[in-house]
């Protein structure tokens, strides 16, 4: 048993990396955009999230992968100058900080929690710009990519612990969302507003 969760989490890992070169790939060569803040935030919690479930010696394979893909990820995103900083940015920003005192008071089984949480909570200004323009979305292919990744990394988890199953459980949600998100048609409103309001019959002389 202890074998065949091992070969899921490496599962996951490989679909994760598959994943991020669709990903990478649509930034570089077509007109995908991303949320930078959302991308840039996701690196830093990830980043704690992992040293966190380490530190317990958790389930951490996967969410290395998604720091070092949110770095990569980040860095694209600044190149090509798709960034933006609101107020909202500014406020999860704020909760990387809360994330450090809550483990360096609380210990990392509570730092995998506030981490995630505060990861779940920087997911908006993603979700916001995937339902205001599915097109730019990302393909439906890549969050369903990640989706599946950390299935495979929920179930590759050795137990129902925090340090195991939290982390990919959170991720599973937040990734079906988007890919929900991707699968929307960016013309539906238009041809239900044709629908609604027809032309006008061409005039007869």
Known sequence: MEIFK???????????????????????????EQSFATWLLWMLL??????????????????????MGGLTVSCILLYKKQFSWTWFET????LVAICLVVWYFSGSWMATIASTTAMAISSVPQFLESWRNPAKAGKPIVWGGYTLANILAFFGGKDWSIEE?????????LCTVLTILALRRPDLKLAIATKIVPSPPPTTR
């Open 165 to 173: 199953r939290f982390y990919p459980g959170v991720c599973i949600v």
């Open 6 to 32: 091992q070969i899921l989490v490496n599962v996951s890992v490989l679909v994760a990396v598959l994943t991020y070169i669709l990903l990478i790939k649509g930034l570089l060569k077509e007109k995908m």
């Open 46 to 67: 990830d980043g704690i999230a992992t040293l966190s479930i380490i530190f317990q010696h958790g389930n951490w394979a996967l969410v290395t992968l998604y720091t």
């Open 91 to 94: 406020m999860v920003a704020s």
